[in-house]
């Protein structure tokens, strides 16, 4: 019997499975990628909500902010929001789409700083 020295090894195969796990791998993360799990969100029962009294901050395209539908500077936004309760207080920010997003965040970082709960953002659909 002969004995044949061995001294090479097929590398062929592995890289044949490596490629199919790569593949697998890529297929089944594609969720990652987009940066949201979709949800089928549930449909309500009632057609119309009860009315809720809230206060609104909008910001025009400009960059002007409104509190219930009077012109303000930020420094009066502020003294106004912080004269609310946090816990019962209720705040609609309606933002147009072409302002700067800075004062978006400038009012959401206001209202989280002073810990208000009840905060909705008005968009369209």
Request: proline content about 5%; hydrophobic content about 45%.
């Amino acid at each position: 019997m002969n004995k044949r020295k061995f001294d090479q090894i097929n590398v062929l195969p592995f890289i044949d499975i490596m490629l199919v796990l790569l593949v697998i791998v890529l297929t089944s993360a594609s969720f990652v990628s987009k940066g949201a799990i979709p949800v089928d969100l549930p449909k309500a029962g009632s057609e119309k909500s009860p009315p809720i009294k809230s206060l609104s901050i909008v910001i025009d395209k400009n960059g002007r902010f409104y509190f219930d539908e009077k012109g303000v500077t930020f420094d009066e936004l502020k003294k106004r929001i912080l004269a609310l309760d946090p816990k019962k207080a209720s705040i609609l920010i309606r933002s147009d789409a072409k302002s700067q997003f800075q004062n978006f965040v400038k009012v959401i970082d206001l209202l989280k700083s002073h810990g208000f709960e009840k905060v909705s953002i008005e968009t369209r659909q």
